[in-house]
């Protein structure tokens, strides 16, 4: 694992996802190391050769980068889009929970996603923004599967305990069930553990941008399953799967009456 402390230009960047306004990734690069990750490109972008998951770059004076918070009040701050802003790394560095402080006097509304249970390190700044939100991706309830898929990530139940401290803390959270994967994410298992302790849940599809990854693992690992993945990708089957599979989440959700938003469309 290569790691470097690097300094960064800026560390607040106007978000291309719809509902939020920026987003912060404290750090390049991940240690979670998930198979399917959408946010490899970052490897090459930042110009490194090393396989993702194997280097981080630490932007070091990512909290001084923060000098005139005022234009954020009320904007919404999205941490993070590339990276795990509670990746190993940040026990070490606190580099997130030093940008939250320089951020609580701003009061921006804060959404946190991640796969870490070292997010309840930080309850108690959490604690102090009015809005605020951490959700945990959680595709699977099955460690085996769960280690394979997301290596150097916390365990789902560890993550499903981490989200019952954050919720007796009276912080907001969610579950993000994404990339929905044939065979791993058993919807029903993942609503059935966290419909306690996740105020909502978001639900979406097995992105086909990240799919020769997959498959590259699925042929490798589990090649019995390959045809599935092979016949559920095709340009006249995608649609059908997607239609089924929001189906399925919509009846899911009056049946465990858990509020959630499907972010495919099943068209
Ligand atoms: S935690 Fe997120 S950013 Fe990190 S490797 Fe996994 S999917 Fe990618």
Redesign the pocket.
């Known amino acids: 694992m290569q790691i470097q402390e690097i300094q960064a230009k800026s560390i607040i960047a106007p978000s291309k996802i719809p509902s939020c306004d920026y987003a912060i990734n404290p750090y390049t690069g ?5 198979i ?5 490109y970052m490897g090459f972008y930042s110009g490194h050769c090393e396989p ?2 194997q280097f981080v770059d630490v932007k070091i004076n990512g909290a001084e980068l923060i000098d005139d918070c005022q234009k954020y009040r009320g904007q919404e701050i999205m941490f ?1 889009s ?3 802003a509670y ?1 190993p790394i940040e026990k070490k560095y606190k580099l997130t929970r030093q940008i939250l402080e320089k951020l609580v006097p701003c009061q921006p509304k804060i959404t946190i ?4 249970t070292l997010v309840t390190r930080d309850i108690d700044i959490l604690k102090q923004f009015e809005n605020v939100q951490v959700g945990f ?1 959680l595709i699977t309830t099955n460690p085996e599967h769960q280690k394979m898929l ?1 290596p ?2 916390n365990s789902p139940s560890e993550r499903l305990e981490a989200l019952a401290q954050l919720k007796t803390a009276g912080i907001k959270t969610s579950i993000f069930v994404a990339p929905i994967l044939p065979y791993f994410t058993k919807l029903e298992d993942i609503i059935k553990a966290g419909a306690d302790r996740a105020d909502y849940f978001l639900f979406d599809a097995f992105n086909r941008k990240s799919s020769k990854k997959v498959l590259s693992f699925i042929a490798k690992s589990y090649p019995q399953w390959l045809p599935k993945y092979e016949y559920v990708l095709r340009d006249e089957n995608y649609k059908e799967y997607k239609s089924k599979l929001k189906e399925h989440i919509d009846k899911l959700m009056i049946e465990y009456k858990i509020k959630g938003k499907i972010l495919f469309s099943g068209k």
Request: aromatic content about 12%.
């Open positions: 991940c240690q979670h190391s998930c399917y990750c959408y946010a490899d993702w998951g993070s590339v990276t795990d990746q996603l991640t796969k870490s991706s997301e150097g990530a």
